[in-house]
Nanobody, 115 residues
Framework: QVQLVESGGGLVQPGGSLRLSCAVS????????MGWYRQAPGKQRELVAT???????NYADSVKVRFTISRDNARNTVYLQMNSLKPEDTAVYYC?????????WGQGTQVTVSS
């Protein structure tokens, strides 16, 4: 059974930092392209950052410089380091694992940026 379990969300003040983790089981995660997406209330889910099986990264313009995606294949875990957080970063953050043939999602973790 494939499982993606996100953790690390919470409440943080503007300008603060959080690190999200996504623990993957049931698939050979290093063969998958991994990504973080987010969905704010009343909005569509949007891409935040992706990292390919080869380690190439891509970021939404809104998070470039502030967020960093990384992966630890030995631990089957993907991370999202989020710095200089803004209220507009408030959303549920989802982890995704994808190949041409399959796509899997985690249950999401809430990130709230508020003073």
């Amino acid at each position: 059974q494939v499982q993606l379990v996100e953790s690390g969300g919470g409440l943080v003040q503007p300008g603060g930092s959080l690190r999200l983790s996504c623990a993957v089981s049931g698939i050979i995660s290093h063969l998958y392209n991994m990504g973080w997406y987010r969905q704010a209330p009343g909005k569509q889910r949007e891409l935040v950052a992706t990292i390919t099986s080869g380690g190439s990264t891509n970021y939404a313009d809104s998070v470039k410089v502030r967020f960093t995606i990384s992966r630890d294949n030995a631990r089957n875990t993907v991370y999202l380091q989020m710095n200089s957080l803004k209220p507009e970063d408030t959303a549920v953050y989802y982890c995704n694992a994808a190949t041409t043939f399959a796509s899997y999602w985690g249950q999401g973790t809430q990130v709230t940026v508020s003073s």
